[in-house]
């Protein structure tokens, strides 16, 4: 095997590490978080439109407030979900919204994968507990 990272016939001597992971694309967030960012952006500035066009009787304030928010949505959920997400494995983010859901409305768990979630609360114990052995025969 030679020094490059490829063997005498070709293959590859290594498997990526990163191979099946999402790109970056806009400012440390995946194409499904960006999405995800501008539609909550873009309904939080229809509903801030809709009322400021009924206050000032302008309709063009909804697409101004949908632009305005859905930049700014970008740009400060970037910057808030890579702080989250430093240091922690790729599903991390998908993992809580999936806890954070099951918790809040546990009639979503069998859709959204709820029911393979640990979401016991409180202490657990690692000492063993005592186990009686039934006998045979006798009551």
């Not at 191979?19 to 499904?32: E, F, K, S, Y």
């Not at 994968?113 to 609360?121: D, E, V, W, Y």
Request: proline share 6%; aromatic share 8%.
């Amino acid at each position: 095997m030679s020094d490059d990272g490829f063997g005498a016939d070709g293959t590859m001597a290594f498997l990526p590490n990163r191979l099946n992971r999402q790109p970056v694309i806009v400012m440390g967030l995946t194409a499904d978080e960006m999405w995800l960012t501008s539609a909550l952006g873009a309904a939080l500035g229809l509903a801030l439109g809709i009322t400021l066009a009924i206050l000032f009787g302008s309709v063009a304030l909804v697409a101004t407030c949908i632009a305005t928010v859905t930049a700014l949505g970008l740009l400060l959920g970037g910057r808030l979900l890579r702080r989250l997400k430093r240091g922690r494995p790729d599903t991390w983010l998908y993992r809580q919204m999936q806890w954070a859901m099951t918790l809040r409305w546990p009639w979503l768990s069998p859709w959204i994968g709820g029911l393979a979630l640990i979401t016991r609360s409180g202490f657990w114990t690692t000492h063993r507990t005592p186990h009686r052995i039934p006998s045979r025969g006798r009551p």
